[in-house]
């Protein structure tokens, strides 16, 4: 006898689909915070290392503020791009585990199916061995006893 199919299988492999992508997805904004993040401190860390020329004219002295004036505004720019890109990956891991709790939603359910087929059978063959040795035990020969007085 074949046992009934799990009716919202086919939502599962979807759901399980859509968790991979997200999982996926969670891992590259991850990457991509980490990278913005590193190349912020690079960035702060060079324009530490930054100095003004030992015998600067005043051209010079100009340029090499401008420039690293410049360089200031792009460490800002760059660790403003890294913390957009933080906040973006925890909005992406937060799909990914939202995706997450609908699958193992379905896989409890598919348990929950699986143990209900498993009892039935279980509750079958109790019942079957319950009518064999009923069954026996009605077609022997046996001596009545009857009471009189």
Known sequence: MKQPAFRLEPVLRLRRTEERAAALAAAQAAREASEAAERAERDAVALGRRGLPAAATGGAFVAAMVASTAAAADVSAARALALARAEQAELVRARWTAAAQRTKGLER???????????????????????LVTGRYSTTDREEETWTD
């Open 109 to 131: 359910l598919r348990e929950r199916h699986e143990a209900a087929l498993q009892a039935a059978a279980d509750a079958a063959e109790v019942r079957a061995v319950d009518d």
